[in-house]
Each structure stands twice: as C-alpha cells, then as structure tokens.
C-alpha cells in the first residue's frame, strides 16, 4: 500500500509570493491534517480536514488555508509569504477522524520563503 | 491549551545502556503517541496508546501511559547505534482531531 505522498518536495520563494501544497493520503483514509515543522517552535497543527469538512483549525493567521477534495486529496495554500513561513510542512493522513486512529505522515514539504 | 513537555531534549548514551524519555501532558487525554524522526526524514509513528496503563513493547522500546499523572514514559533498553534519532510523544486535543507535540528528545547512541 503506498503512503502519503506530497508534492512538491521542495519549494523556494519570495517574500509576498503565495504557494501551494498537495498532499494525497494513503488508499481508504479519509482525514487529512497538516502540520508545520520548524526549529524554533518544533511541529504545530495546521488544520484538519475530513470528507471535504474542516474539523479543526491551529492558531495560524489567515493567510494559511487549505481544502479537501472529494477523492480525500489536500492542498493547503499560504498567501503572502513571509520568511517564517520557511518551514517542513508535513501531511497526515488516518482512517477516521477525530478517533484513535494513527496518523500516517509524509515525507513532507520543505518550504524555503527567501 | 494543551502542553506537552518532554525531556530531557538531548540524550547522549552509550550502546548497551538502559534510559528513559518522560512525556508530560497538562490536560485529560486517553490517547498518547509516540514517533520517530530521523534526520531530513518524515515521522514514523512508533506506538499508540489508548487507556491508562497501556504498555507497548517493539525490539529495544517499551512506552507506557499514566493517564492519571498525565506521563508517559519511553523506555530505551541496550541502546544500538541504529535507535539514534528525534522521538516525539504527541497528545489528542481535546477534541480528538489534533496532535500536540513535545519539542521531541534528540538520541545519539554512540559506541
């Protein structure tokens, strides 16, 4: 069974640019969460996204937003960049939402905001 | 909000040594995890804990939880080289759909 993939792997831009990630979740799972990884403030919840629906949202502005499709893929946008935002950005994905369910996570994003 | 603090954050042992990483959590959770990150790599999930008093044992790690001191311990028997990397326990919100991480324990296992 393959895992969680994301696309791009890699990815450089400039201040006041905007991005966007993909992320496909393993056959059959249906959550997706996302997550931020940094240095300094170690690795942060995103958002989380179940059949199409918003579950639940971290405390990231505004210009952070994602969406789930109807064949369980995500992407998740960032408008506006600002250096902080250099970051591994990493997707999971579990059978169910909101259970006990392990999250799977994939190789990750790694977002460089110059 | 929920916390979730780990230590220590830096481990350095030699092969053949027994240790423990401690996980502390400030809020009520049921559900624990723990996972695995080497370096430049993704998390690999390592073991799920569901219910106070929950022990999981794979190859030289052993995790346990203590839903009512909100711990959980990683236990580290006759260290290898190969057990060298980041390990994080993550806490459930509240609300079941968010993962709270500890800042991880960075591992060298050295000869």
């Known amino acids: 069974k393959a895992g969680v993939t994301q696309t791009p792997r890699y990815l450089i831009k400039t201040r006041g640019q905007q991005v966007t990630l993909s992320c496909s979740p393993i056959s059959g799972h249906r959550s997706v969460s996302w997550y931020q990884q940094t240095p300094g403030q170690g690795l942060q919840f995103l958002f989380e996204y179940f059949s199409e629906t918003q579950r639940n949202k971290g405390n990231f502005p505004g210009r952070f937003s994602g969406r789930q499709f109807s064949n369980s893929r995500s992407e998740m946008n960032v408008s506006t960049l600002e250096l902080g935002d250099s970051a591994l950005y990493l997707c999971?994905?579990?059978?169910?939402?909101?259970?006990?369910?392990?999250?799977?996570f994939g190789p990750g994003t790694r977002l460089t905001v110059l | 909000e929920l916390k979730v603090e780990q230590n220590p954050l830096f481990l350095s042992m030699q092969e053949g040594k027994n240790y423990t990483i401690y996980c502390n959590y400030s809020t009520t959770s049921d559900r624990l995890y723990w996972y695995r990150q080497d370096p430049g790599k993704s998390l690999e999930s390592l073991f799920v804990l569901l219910s106070n008093g929950a022990v999981k044992q794979e190859g030289r790690l052993m995790a346990s939880l203590d839903t009512k001191a909100r711990l959980s311990t990683l236990h580290i028997t006759a260290a290898v080289h190969d057990l060298s990397a980041t390990y994080f326990c993550a806490v459930d919100s509240n609300s079941g759909y968010a993962l709270n991480f500890g800042k991880g324990t960075s591992l060298l296992v050295t000869p």
């Open positions: 999971a994905s579990s059978l169910v939402s909101g259970g006990a369910d392990t999250q799977y």
